[in-house]
């Protein structure tokens, strides 16, 4: 009973990736980290993601802050935020927030201070949407590995 | 020091984004590699021994001084000193020029990946990197190492008399032999790592 619990989260699971993966909001790039990740480090991927969510949250601030005042925006400043959070977005896999970090450089790079606004919100939303369901993935995965649990135990096998 | 039967290669790695350094030391630990990473060009020039100020800072023990790197693998884009600046500084050093240098970046710029590739850097991945870029790695670090091993069968067979300490030797190599055999590295102790295919170099285990 146990282990249909398990695999019905699994199927839950791939369900998701694959929907995430159709949508674009994740690459291949998520793949390659689950890769990394084995007895040695077995929790790099969540390690990894957190750090992601730090890091990602402090940039969104500054971004916020830095476009507070239209009149004295440094755009330069934007444009080095945003390289960081392109960059680490690339580096876990999430192509749809690093997609709009590039239009949202090339707002900058024109001085567009509305336009930048506007990304900004586009960038906000993305990210939310992002996080959202990778806690969920993370969630499901918990849960399937509490139910397989009982099943896959050493001790019991 | 006895030859150890398994070789362990040191890379050092340079990117100034936590979440990067995170990647590619696992991508180097699970290829096998002993890893050490650091935030900042300034940061590599200190753990390969070339030091702006004569002081040691307290964040480098004096370990790292005597664990020879054998591959550099850096990021482009950092503030203050980029990757190519650091390659650049790597390059210009007698000790450090032959480490071999890779360079990263996440934007596929032709121009910069030239300059990289002129100033003598092996190669040039594109960010994320992949665990099969990894193996791109070894045959850069092989063939440092066979000219390091080279360098040292040289020193061996030449009739130069003096102490058996290497930087002895290597001096006086300096300026005794030709501008095409003149690449030695003066600031390493020879490891004790072997490449695994190579058996009649009996001369190492007299390294001390």
Request: net charge negative.
């Amino acid at each position: 009973m146990l282990g249909l619990g398990a695999a019905r989260l699994e199927a839950d699971m791939n369900r998701l990736m694959a929907l995430l993966f159709h949508q674009g909001v994740l690459d291949e790039q998520f793949m390659q980290l689950q890769q990394l990740q084995d007895e040695s480090s077995p929790n790099f991927v969540s390690e990894v993601i957190s750090i992601y969510f730090r890091e990602s949250e402090k940039l969104l601030k500054n971004l916020r802050s830095l476009l507070a005042d239209r009149e004295c925006t440094d755009y330069t400043k934007i444009g080095i935020h945003l390289n960081q959070l392109m960059g680490s977005s690339s580096s876990i896999g999430a192509k749809r927030v690093r997609t709009v970090c590039l239009a949202f450089r090339a707002a900058s790079e024109h001085s567009n201070w509305s336009g930048c606004l506007r990304l900004l919100e586009v960038l906000e939303h993305e990210y939310c949407y992002l996080k959202t369901k990778l806690h969920e993935l993370f969630q499901m995965e918990q849960h399937r590995v509490m139910a397989a649990g009982a099943r896959y135990h050493p001790a019991l096998s | 020091m006895a030859v150890a039967a398994e070789t362990q290669f040191h890379v050092l790695a340079v990117d100034d984004s936590r979440l990067d350094r995170m990647l590619i030391e696992r991508l180097l630990k699970t290829s096998s590699y002993q890893v050490t990473t650091v935030d900042s060009g300034s940061k590599a020039l200190q753990i390969l021994g070339l030091q702006d100020d004569q002081t040691n800072s307290p964040s480098v023990s004096s370990d790292q001084h005597d664990t020879e790197v054998n591959l550099i693998i850096t990021d482009y884009c950092m503030p203050e000193m980029t990757g190519y600046d650091l390659l650049k500084k790597i390059k210009e050093s007698s000790s450090l020029k032959d480490i071999p240098v890779v360079i990263m970046s996440s934007e596929n710029v032709p121009s910069r990946i030239h300059r990289c590739l002129e100033e003598g850097a092996e190669e040039f991945f594109l960010k994320p990197v992949q665990l099969s870029d990894m193996n791109r790695l070894k045959p850069h670090i092989l063939k440092g190492k066979y000219k390091e091993l080279h360098q040292q069968q040289v020193l061996q067979n030449s009739s130069i008399t003096g102490s058996n300490h290497n930087s002895n030797k290597r001096k006086a190599m300096d300026d005794e032999i030709s501008p095409e055999m003149s690449k030695t590295k003066t600031h390493k102790q020879p490891d004790s790592t072997v490449i695994p295919y190579i058996t009649s170099f009996s001369f190492l285990t007299s390294f001390e």
